[in-house]
């Protein structure tokens, strides 16, 4: 960059909307306009700066958070390119968090899609201001008049159209600023608008004062006065109302013409907000305490996003407050150490342009922090600092992994720590239950990312396979039974015996174990003996091999020998009596029951209902909301494992759902016979 700037100089802004509305394109024309780039890169021809991914590349689609600062009008403009797909949720929350305004991207011939609606929703939740910058505008059918009526039925907020398209013959030629009524077409210095659009500049002019006026007391006084605004007093209006998220500014133009897009940067940075804001911190010894993004305040930072490669660590760093020099020891409070910077760097795209400083506002980058990881906060050592990470949503698509080598099979868990330390919509369990290592993500094309990424990376290959379903054994009703174990082959023999009673308990209550001898029938240190013996096989029940769960084992009389009984007898006998018992207690499978929340337009609800009744489901409400239908319903996981794919197939990817476990329930016998069967089936061919 040309030079540093202050805090009042900075503009963060991230790009969100659905998939192919041209947030990548924005970012080109902005670059171009700046003079960063002397030609505008295009998505099909893989050369823009913002998509330089490999994956991204051959996919033509956006697939990672990318900061892209540019330079305007005196002031510096990170913009954050996030993907549209909503399987990179997480990429879109990171760059939410540490941007002070979103723009939503529209194509003007789609208008309000799936992805628009996600994304207000995450800017919404998390108190974002929201402008609107309807792109594509030089397609035949695109509509600006009809994008701000589909809005306004949508969403509940006051849209304020900044500009007007011109249009000669359906041709789009550039855009009128509604508060300076000047056009602008191309890269040409603006002029004066077509004499054929007047009437419509004074409509629409009108109302943008009206919604300017709101922004300020003294505003809405001078205009009850006057009935008028200076264009200065209609900017200020309209940047204290964008601020407090009172009105939704919306702009339009067409990004790989470059046609609107230098007015639209005009207003970025004179009516959004700049990062001086008040954010929330926990200081050492546990005080909160407001952080209010002053340069000369104590220094904190956090890293929003980290990027894992064969050649070291990149950490996203945001400055919430103070000075960061690049010549600096931190403190990272999570992992109570200090992290010595190798210098500070400005990212863009692929590049890094080194600098030696960034003020509070600022967005830059690190390499090599050993201890940081996404979320973490570094600040001076004698007040550290912790900053609250946003959000990020339960994962709804896994896969099983198995390596393919034992080579791989090293690899395996540095590899998946590393790549879910990048993206924290990632995780990675290994699952006692069915003693499988899980991936687990948002939808499947993000898992298949994940997996390419840890093989061109870090050389791990591996097969991916549906999960098994991690289900548990019990009982439902009282059973006993006995056990005795002989062993005489010369020497000490071993003996012990014993009588179990199982019993069922309530769901979730686990394991319990009890002793009801009296008399000595079995000698008090071998009770601890048969509560092992027990334990070795809670975690592979008797039915299929699952593991145990809500059971009472109680151990109600035996015998011992004087001298062949110790500690081994009893941990058999009572491994196997408790087996011999639960058979006698009518043991049954229990399955994991899943919360759905699915939000789809309302065209789909009639599909999207009767596929979930042949999966089992049970629905609990239906509501509607501004032509959505949200369902929630309740169904097993062996149902939903592949739902993200299965449900954007019946809405043509319009629909959306979360899921999070409810609890365990019966599976029904017919289904529960099938997967004993197929249980010894395996045991026996083992």
Known sequence: MAGSYTTDKIRNIVLLGHSGCGKTSLVEAMLFNTGAVNRLGKIEDGNTVSDYDEEEISRKMSLNLSVIPCEWDGHKINVLDTPGYTDFQGEMLSGIHVAEAVVLVLDGSAGVEVGTQLSWQMAAENHKPIAVFVNKMNRENASYRKVIDQLRQTFDAKFVPMQLPIRTNDKFEGVVDLITQKAYTGASKPGDPPAGMADEIEEFRMELIEFAAEGEDALMEKYFEEETLSPEEIGQGLKAGLARG?????????????????????????????????????????????????????????????????????????????????????????????????????????????????????????????????????????KAYTIPMIVYPSPLYAVALVPESQSDAAKLGP????????????????????????????????????????????????????????????????????YRHKKQSGGAGQFGEVHMRVEPLERGAGFEYKSEIFGGAISQPFLPSIEKGIKQVLDQGPIAGYPVADVRAVVFDGKEHPVDSKDIAFQIAGREAFKKAMMQAGPVLLEPIMNLTITIPEEYTGDVTGDLSTRRGRMSGMEQVRGNTVITAQAPLAEVQRYSTDLRSLTQGRGIYTMELSHYENVPSHIASEIIAQAQKEKEEE
């Open 246 to 382: 009172g009105v939704v500014p919306v702009f339009c133009g067409s990004a790989t013409e470059n046609v609107g897009v230098r007015d639209f940067m005009n207003s970025i940075s004179h009516i959004f907000p700049a990062p001086a804001v008040e954010i929330k911190a926990t200081a050492k010894g546990g005080a909160p305490e407001t952080l209010t993004g002053n340069p000369d305040g104590p220094v904190a930072v956090q890293a929003f996003k980290t990027v894992n490669d064969q050649y070291g660590k990149v950490s996203y760093l945001r400055v919430w407050s103070g000075t960061f020099k690049a010549d600096v020891r931190l403190f990272n409070s999570r992992a109570e150490q200090e992290e010595r910077l190798a210098g500070l760097s400005l990212l863009r795209g692929k590049d890094q342009i080194d600098i030696t400083e960034a003020v509070a506002g600022d967005i830059v980058s690190a390499l090599k922090l050993n201890a940081t990881l996404t979320g973490d906060t570094l600040s001076e050592k004698a």
């Open 415 to 482: 590899s998946l720590t590393r790549i879910t330390e990048e993206d924290l919509t990632l995780k990675h369990r290994y699952e006692t239950a069915t003693r499988q290592t899980l991936l687990e993500g948002m939808g499947e094309t993000h898992i298949n990312i994940a997996v390419k990424r840890m093989k061109n990376r870090f050389g791990l290959n591996v097969e991916t396979s549906i999960p098994k379903v991690p289900m548990r054994e019990t009982v439902t009703k009282v059973g006993s039974d006995m």
